[in-house]
T-cell receptor, first 114, second 116 residues
């Protein structure tokens, strides 16, 4: 079956530091890959996505590249802000009989200090 | 305008009770989902409906029964609530794209269920 593994958190950084959150996946076929962010007390928001190999998703300074050869989709940001403190989820979804259901990683808690 | 809305936001109830959670989306999507988030933040799919038809039914106790009166609504009814049902339940919606791809899912704010 499909699975997603994220680096364990929590991750604590100072403002303006560089962020990497690792994500690797196992899937049959060619899934689409996503990063979702969950701010405290809120639902999940789509942060970025990539639908095929070598695609780069980007949004709000965050980037991730779909690497088929390493089955990875690592999230990066060059300079984090306190407002980026949240839980980040890597996820994959396949079409066909999976009907687009999301398989999530375990989530990584990010805390950014001033 | 809220794209995906859920009611109630909080639900505190006693073991053995029956409760329902409602979800509505105004995005015009044809597919809706229920996910459960446990205390460790882990998210897992429960059900999915496409155009009012059940298409995903993961290993969920049959005390949980989803209902989709139309493609903009997906409700979740839970019978005989147990302590282990305490979690945050998220509704989501997307457009199903079949074999050609996967539509992005948009999530509601969640319903925090606490069973005492």
């Amino acid at each position: 079956g499909n699975s997603v593994t994220q680096m364990e958190g929590p991750v604590t950084l100072s403002e303006e530091a560089f962020l990497t959150i690792n994500c690797t996946y196992t899937a049959t076929g060619y899934p689409s890959l996503f990063w979702y962010v969950q701010y405290p007390g809120e639902g999940l928001q789509l942060l970025l996505k990539a639908t095929k190999a070598d695609d780069k998703g980007s949004n709000k300074g965050f980037e991730a590249t779909y690497r088929k050869e390493t089955t990875s989709f690592h999230l990066e940001k060059g300079s984090v802000q306190v407002s980026d403190s949240a839980v980040y989820f890597c996820a994959l979804a396949a079409g066909g009989t999976s009907y687009g259901k999301l398989t999530f990683g375990q989530g990584t808690i990010l805390t950014v200090h001033p | 305008d809220t794209a995906v809305s859920q009611t109630p936001k909080y639900l505190v109830t006693q073991m053995g009770n029956d409760k329902s959670i409602k979800c509505e989306q105004n995005l015009g999507h044809d597919t809706m989902y229920w996910y459960k988030q446990d205390s460790k933040k882990f998210l897992k799919i429960m059900f999915s409906y496409n155009n009012k038809e059940l298409i995903i039914n993961e290993t969920v106790p049959n005390r949980f029964s989803p209902k989709s009166p139309d493609k903009a609504h997906l409700n979740l009814h839970i019978n005989s609530l147990e302590l282990g049902d305490s979690a945050v339940y998220f509704c989501a919606s997307s457009n199903y794209q079949g074999l050609s791809g996967v539509g992005s899912q948009y999530f509601g704010p969640g319903t925090r269920l606490l069973v005492l």
